[in-house]
């Protein structure tokens, strides 16, 4: 029983002895590279200012993508795909001309806001 005692406490001293580096790390997926463990964002998330740019960016080229014949306006056809302009048109279209450019949008969109408030 001493003998086993013993064998069981060298172990375990030998055990201790080994570096971290040669175990697994506790608490690390397997699953993910190490290259990918622990890497800081390339850059924040953006906020504010910022996240309005970008959001004001990305509308902009869906309207773009819409405007088929490139004039810088939507008409009803073209307006369809751009859901939300389709669904809002004659909201969007306050001069009543038969199309919507994006200064409309934009303008219709900062109405609804000031109606949120």
Same mark, same amino acid.
């Given at each position: 029983?001493?003998?086993?005692?013993?064998?069981?406490?060298?172990?375990?001293?030998?055990?201790? $002895?080994?570096? #971290?580096?040669?175990?697994?790390?506790?608490?690390?997926? $397997?699953? #993910?590279?190490?290259?990918?463990?622990?890497?800081?964002?390339?850059?924040?998330?953006?906020?504010? /200012?910022?996240?309005?740019?970008?959001?004001?960016?990305?509308?902009?080229?869906?309207?773009?993508?819409?405007?088929?014949?490139?004039?810088?306006?939507?008409?009803?056809?073209?307006?369809?795909?751009?859901?939300?302009?389709?669904?809002?048109?004659?909201?969007?279209?306050?001069?009543?001309?038969?199309?919507?450019?994006?200064?409309?949008?934009? /303008?219709?969109? /900062?109405?609804?806001?000031?109606?949120?408030?």
């Amino acid at each position: 029983m001493k003998t086993m005692l013993s064998i069981f406490l060298i172990l375990s001293a030998a055990q201790l $002895a080994v570096p #971290v580096a040669a175990h697994e790390q506790i608490g690390v997926d $397997a699953q #993910v590279p190490a290259a990918l463990r622990n890497r800081p964002a390339t850059s924040p998330p953006a906020a504010g /200012a910022a996240l309005q740019a970008q959001v004001l960016s990305k509308l902009e080229a869906q309207f773009h993508a819409a405007d088929l014949d490139g004039n810088g306006t939507l008409s009803p056809e073209e307006a369809k795909g751009f859901g939300f302009v389709a669904t809002h048109f004659d909201a969007i279209d306050a001069g009543r001309r038969g199309a919507v450019s994006f200064a409309d949008l934009r /303008a219709f969109l /900062a109405r609804a806001k000031a109606e949120r408030r």
